[in-house]
């Protein structure tokens, strides 16, 4: 049991390091990313078709790519970022890499949801785009995209099992090597149970949090 | 005063082009309540929303207090935009916000300090008698109360303009009416010119002062209310004001006659005083008296038997009298 308990303990907080920092650089990101999505839309406060057009497909291309894919290949710009490109470190860059296109894509749906009314709206009363975004936009959203993270950052946490690959650790990481590898069923099902509780959890407080927000 | 200079709205839908307004002239005096109304597709709608360039007119004028809007750069447009309110059909309140910081919004857009914007909100909700739901939010009001607080909003900047676009449309008969009565008593209280775009004449006849009529995007009719509702000169007018009257054709006497009574001649027996003055047979056929803005406008048809030749003398009578007459031949 201790040493179920020593392997957990590394491998759980090593999973929570590279989710919470994964998460924090992919709102940092994905965020603007998806509001700049929707507000280039034709008709939109700050038409730009080609940028529109420009991040959409690199948003696709990216989103294409399988996640152990995008792992190996951004080895190189991983290094260049971080400084290494193997550890729980290093894998934060493809976590980032590949859950930003995600991100943006939910908060661009959940900005779309918005009346275009409320916009017009706000454009009347003499707004400026930027007022729009932060004042009209983001908190008309908020509930939605509170949705949204949660969703990603169950998402990062599948991603982040693949991590072990360049040596990234974690829960899923875990799983593998002592579970699979060494026919450890009891650390295997440990590492599950363990994951299985933390998406609950996630979900059960985006849910309550977007709940609270949602006053439609 | 509002003066729009052959205001011209083009859509471009790839190849197709829809003219929605063409060369459109409009004056809209200081203080008046504006009703333009047409059919869907008339370009009323694309008519309001030009005014403060919400909608981005092809070309014209728009000239605003002797400020031409076209002329604008963004940041003075925000700054006209100000002094103009709109209202919705879809009050297009912000849902995540409670009705004082609905209210509070544009005051926030416009960086008043909080002591000041407190003030103002707290005298708009009791000017649209909403004070005790300051804390709700729209989804928990009514569609009359959200229109209030979209007015509220709409007045908290103090415009001089407000742009009414379809704003009882959504609204119930009832709660139409409250409404209406509210706009009128804010263009009287606040002397603030109200420009009213609505496809209900229900809504031209209580409370606007004049009226413009649009077909096909252009402008077929304008005039007082009362002017255009007695006398309509255009067809589509006509079919506009008047509820269509159909008789039965074995009702049809010899002499039909359509007659508006008009400018005080509603309160006159002037029937009464027909049948004496030229001893004929008035045979009453349908009739209604519409109130508009409070001036009464009667409509009557009537059926004329025993007529010898004094026809021309009983429409002379007739107008003499302030009422306009249409004599309806039997087809």
Request: glycine share 8%; hydrophobic share 45%.
């Amino acid at each position: 049991m201790n040493d179920i308990l020593a392997l957990l303990i590394p491998s759980f907080i090593e999973t929570l390091y590279m989710i919470g920092v994964s998460a924090f650089f992919t709102i940092l990101l994905g965020l603007p990313l998806g509001i700049i999505l929707v507000i280039t839309e034709k008709n939109h406060i700050m038409p730009l078709l080609k940028l529109n057009k420009f991040l959409s497909t690199i948003i696709n291309i990216i989103r294409s790519l399988p996640a152990i894919i995008l792992i190996i290949l951004i080895g190189p710009f991983a290094r260049f970022i971080v400084g290494t490109s193997i550890g729980t470190t290093a894998a934060i860059v493809p976590l980032v890499v590949a859950a930003t296109p995600f991100f943006a894509r939910i908060v661009e749906t959940s900005l779309r949801e918005i009346d275009s009314g409320i916009v017009e709206a706000s454009i009347s009363m003499g707004a400026t785009p930027l007022q729009i975004i932060i004042k009209v936009l983001l908190p008309e959203a908020m509930s939605s995209i509170v949705l949204g993270i949660t969703i990603t950052l169950i998402n990062i946490l599948g991603y982040s099992a693949i991590a072990g690959i360049v040596g990234g650790g974690g829960l899923g990481d875990l799983a593998i090597r002592y579970g699979y590898h060494r026919f450890r069923t009891d650390v295997l099902i440990a590492c599950v149970v363990l994951l299985i509780i933390i998406v609950q959890i996630t979900q059960f407080l985006g849910n309550s949090l977007a709940k609270k927000l949602n006053k439609k | 005063m509002i003066r729009l200079k052959n205001l011209t709205k083009i859509y471009k839908k790839g190849k197709h082009e829809v003219t929605a307004l063409k060369n459109i002239n409009l004056e809209v005096s200081k203080g008046s309540i504006h009703g333009i109304i047409g059919l869907s597709g008339a370009g009323k709608s694309s008519l309001i929303r030009c005014i403060n360039r919400l909608e981005e007119p092809t070309s014209g004028e728009i000239w605003i207090d002797g400020i031409n809007l076209m002329s604008l750069n963004n940041k003075n447009l925000r700054n006209a935009r100000k002094r103009m309110g709109m209202i919705f059909q879809g009050f297009n309140l912000l849902w995540s916000k409670t009705v004082f910081d609905n209210i509070a919004f544009p005051l926030k857009l416009s960086r008043l300090p909080e002591a000041q914007i407190k003030e103002r909100v707290i005298s708009l909700l009791e000017l649209v008698e909403l004070s005790d739901k300051a804390n709700s939010y729209p989804s928990q009001l009514s569609g009359g109360q959200k229109q209030r607080v979209g007015i509220a909003r709409a007045l908290a900047n103090e415009p001089n303009i407000l742009l009414c676009d379809e704003a009882t449309s959504a609204l119930d008969p009832k709660t139409t009416k409250q409404i209406l009565t509210l706009l009128k008593s804010i263009n009287q209280s606040l002397g603030i010119t109200v420009i009213v775009v609505t496809h209900e004449m229900d809504v031209i006849k209580e409370i606007c002062d004049y009226v413009t009529i649009l077909e096909g995007g252009e402008i077929i009719e304008e005039g007082n209310t009362i002017d255009v509702f007695s006398k309509p000169s255009n067809e589509i007018t006509k079919h506009f004001v008047e509820s269509p009257n159909y008789l039965p054709k074995d009702l049809v006497d010899d002499i039909t006659m359509s007659l508006s009574f008009m400018k005080g001649s509603a309160k006159i027996p002037i029937i009464s005083k027909l049948i004496k003055e030229f001893d004929i047979d008035v045979n009453i056929l349908s009739g209604q008296i519409e109130y508009i803005q409070n001036e009464p406008l009667g409509k009557l048809t009537i059926g004329i038997s025993n007529i010898s030749d004094n026809l021309d003398d009983i429409i002379s009578y007739f107008e003499s009298n302030n009422v306009k007459v249409e004599v309806i031949t039997n087809e």
